[in-house]
């Protein structure tokens, strides 16, 4: 299903959640854990991936960022219960510009 285009829930070293985008979450969650991710997840490091959803465009992934971030802590833990967030392989640090505003 996927052209590139995923959307991620974060679990952070205080067992809260992140959620984001990106065209590369291998890569993503490394910028995460050394520090160059989004600032919240900064000081909550180390965090591990345990969703991860294709999508076919970025307003598809962005749009269901969005609507994730919306939902409770309990939906979150709904999602993330029933996962498989294996990352597929780092494409390489090529694709620039998809930051999530947290």
Do not use: F, W
Not at 1 to 7: E, I, K, L, P, Q
Not at 50 to 72: F, G, N, P
């Amino acid at each position: 299903m996927s052209d590139g285009h995923y959307v991620y829930i974060l679990r952070c070293a205080d067992d809260s959640y992140y959620t984001g985008y990106t065209t590369d979450p291998a890569r993503r969650v490394a910028e995460h854990n050394a520090g160059d991710g989004a600032k919240y997840t900064r000081g909550r490091t180390p965090v591990e991936c345990v969703y991860l959803e294709a999508h076919d465009s970025t307003s598809d992934a962005m749009s269901r960022e969005y609507e994730i971030k919306q939902y409770s802590r309990a939906e979150k833990e709904a999602l993330v219960a029933d996962a498989d967030p294996t990352l597929p392989a780092s494409e390489s640090s090529s694709a620039a510009g998809d930051e999530s505003t947290g």
